[in-house]
């Protein structure tokens, strides 16, 4: 009996060291790689990866900078939804970063891109519904950024776009009715 508890007590011991060290490990990166940031709707988090800049610095200076934010166009609005696709977004760049083995440039994947489309028609469905609404499978709908990839952001913007209502308070500008 004496045998069967010292093993016992190897297997707890063994097992709470190896909790430790995953929690240790998971908490060290998730403070490393500003986790906290990722629950925010700040497009800065979107760029805490230098791989981002290109689109974040493209999309301050695009035409929906002023309307619309990274989570506005790349999440669902249902709050169960929005959790579940950051989840997975979550682990497909860090798996993606860490592994160093993602596509550059950067490229949605189909998921993501059917939430960017719903998104697109969110907003401009009545102006567009003519043009997409006879579509009744995915092969034949006509994506938004088919015609309008650089919309968001994309390296053929440069025009400058209208500052955000919280950009406007830091600079002291009022924004006209």
Not at 27 to 40: M, R
Not at 96 to 120: A, R, V, W, Y
Not at 150 to 157: C, M, P, R
Request: hydrophobic share 35%.
């Amino acid at each position: 009996m004496t045998v069967f508890k010292t093993n016992i007590h190897r297997w707890i011991v063994a097992a709470a060291a190896l909790v430790g060290v995953v929690a240790g490990l998971g908490g060290y990166t998730f403070v490393y790689a500003e986790g906290f940031s990722y629950f925010s709707t700040d497009p800065k988090a979107c760029a805490n990866c230098h791989i981002m800049n290109p689109q974040y610095d493209s999309w301050q200076k695009g035409s929906h900078h002023g309307v619309a934010t990274c989570v506005d166009c790349h999440l669902p609005l249902d709050f169960v939804e929005k959790y579940m696709a950051k989840a997975s977004n979550g682990y497909h760049h860090s798996k993606g970063f860490t592994f160093q083995d993602f596509h550059e440039p950067i490229m949605i994947k189909d998921g993501n891109s059917h939430i960017l489309q719903d998104n697109c028609l969110r907003c401009h469905g009545d102006i567009v519904s003519e043009m997409v609404g006879g579509a009744t499978t995915d092969k034949d709908a006509v994506r938004c950024v088919k015609c309008h990839s650089d919309v968001g952001h994309g390296e053929t913007l440069g025009l400058g776009g209208p500052l955000r209502q919280e950009e406007l308070k830091t600079t002291g500008i009022r924004k006209e009715p």
